[in-house]
Structure formats: structure tokens, C-alpha cells
């Protein structure tokens, strides 16, 4: 069984750059075919997709969100990592990784909730 | 701006019907967008329902059901149970590595 977890710290002051890596286990991260994304949830609101990275290694972002996102694999370590710099109180919000394919998120981490705050 | 629009809420009664969609702000949603549907609980992650517009997910009760009406997608639960009470949430393919959620709608079983 597939098990995704999300890891990083729980408190970003602001301007700085949150960064997290979530943690593939009972399988491949580089299986072919399938995305590895970020999803996020400000308390009490809806879900947001930031972006993806294929097996290729070709990356996919949101485009609201897109000049301050980096996602990265560690095909090595089976992980794969968010960046998003320049952070502000907006950014506050549940972090999901997850594993999915064009027509659906078949996997997901638990979730990490991020706090930006000085 | 592409906005994926959901009914922010819904009351059904136990053992009722309900009919939940998922459009565009603009254009019709077709089978092209490979809409799916994840159910979430509070404090939980969201949970497959529905992908590739009326596939159901492993373990998921075949009172949950996908489909296209109109020019939207639509999630059905027939005989709804207390524990069908969530938010659900639905997710668009916009092509070139590009999905969008809904602003999901927040289901109550009164």
C-alpha cells in the first residue's frame, strides 16, 4: 500500500521560503506515468492545487502560484519536495502531498499545516 | 481566470437524493476535463469518490455516482446517510499539466 507523508517545519516567518518534503513509501517514485503534487487548505477554505512533477521530471505549477514555486524530486531517498518563497499570512494552510494521474488524485499524505507568522 | 463553481452548501434528508455539480465560470464541462470528486471530512484528507467523470474509486458504495448533466458535472448520492455529511470537493483537467478545484460544497444530511 502506497503511504505518502509530509515533513517540514510548522512555522515560516514571513518573506522567508517554506519548504517541505513529503515521503513516498511502498512504492516508486519514479513509476512511470503518474504526477507527484502539492495541494494546499487555508483553515476553513477550500482546496488548492500548486503544482505537480511528472516521473519525467517535468514540472507543472499553478500559475497564480507559479513565480515563487519549486518542486523537485529525490528519486534516491523516494521523495519529493515543495518550495515556495517569499511567504506571507495567506500562505497559512494545510499542505498535502499526494500521488495522482491526469484523471484523479488516487493518493494522498495526511497533511501538515504550515503557520506563517513572525 | 478559470473558476471551477460549486454549490457552497446542500441539506439532504436521510435515505434522500441529492445531485451536487461542478462547472466552469465560463464553458461547458465535458468528459475532456476528466471530472473527479473527492469527499473530506473535517481534519481529515480528502478521500477518491469519483475520477474520469463517473469511475467509481476502490471501496467507495455504489450510492455514489458520476455523470455529466448539462453542461456540468454532476455527483449523485441516492439513499444518503448520516456519514455522507462533508465536504466535497471537485477537480477539473485543464490541459497542460493544469487542474483546478471547485470551491467545494458542504454537504448536510438532516
Known amino acids: 500500500q502506497l503511504q505518502l507523508q509530509e515533513s517540514g517545519p510548522g512555522l515560516v516567518k514571513p518573506s522567508e521560503t517554506l519548504s517541505l518534503t513529503c515521503t513516498v513509501s511502498?512504492?516508486?517514485?519514479?513509476?512511470?506515468?503518474?504526477?507527484w503534487g502539492w495541494i494546499r487548505q487555508p483553515p476553513g477554505k477550500g482546496l488548492e492545487w500548486i503544482g505537480s512533477?511528472?516521473?519525467?521530471?517535468?514540472?507543472y505549477y499553478n500559475p497564480s502560484l507559479k513565480s515563487r514555486v519549486t518542486i523537485s524530486v529525490d528519486t534516491s531517498k523516494n521523495q519529493f519536495s515543495l518550495k515556495l518563497s517569499s511567504v506571507t499570512a495567506a500562505d497559512t494552510a494545510v499542505y498535502y502531498c499526494?500521488?495522482?494521474?491526469?484523471?484523479?488524485?488516487?493518493?494522498w499524505g495526511q497533511g501538515t499545516l504550515v503557520t506563517v507568522s513572525s | 481566470q478559470t473558476v471551477v463553481t460549486q454549490e457552497p452548501s446542500f441539506s439532504v434528508s436521510p435515505g434522500g437524493t441529492v445531485t451536487l455539480t461542478c462547472g466552469l465560470s465560463?464553458?461547458?464541462?465535458?468528459?475532456?476535463?476528466?471530472p473527479s470528486w473527492y469527499q473530506q471530512t473535517p481534519g481529515q484528507a480528502p478521500r477518491t469518490l469519483i475520477y474520469?467523470?463517473?469511475t467509481r474509486s476502490s471501496g467507495v458504495p455504489d450510492r455514489f455516482s458520476g455523470s455529466i448533466l448539462g453542461n456540468k458535472a454532476a455527483l449523485t448520492i441516492t439513499g444518503a446517510q448520516a456519514d455522507d455529511e462533508s465536504d466535497y470537493y471537485c477537480?477539473?483537467?485543464?490541459?497542460?499539466?493544469?487542474?483546478?478545484f471547485g470551491g467545494g460544497t458542504k454537504l448536510t444530511v438532516l
Open positions: 465560463s464553458g461547458s464541462v465535458s468528459t475532456s476535463y476528466y
Open positions: 511502498g512504492g516508486s517514485i519514479s513509476s512511470s506515468s503518474y504526477y
Open positions: 474520469s467523470t463517473n
Open positions: 499526494a500521488r495522482h494521474e491526469v484523471i484523479a488524485i488516487d493518493y
Open positions: 477537480v477539473l483537467y485543464m490541459g497542460s499539466g493544469f487542474w483546478v
Open positions: 512533477i511528472y516521473y519525467s521530471g517535468s514540472t
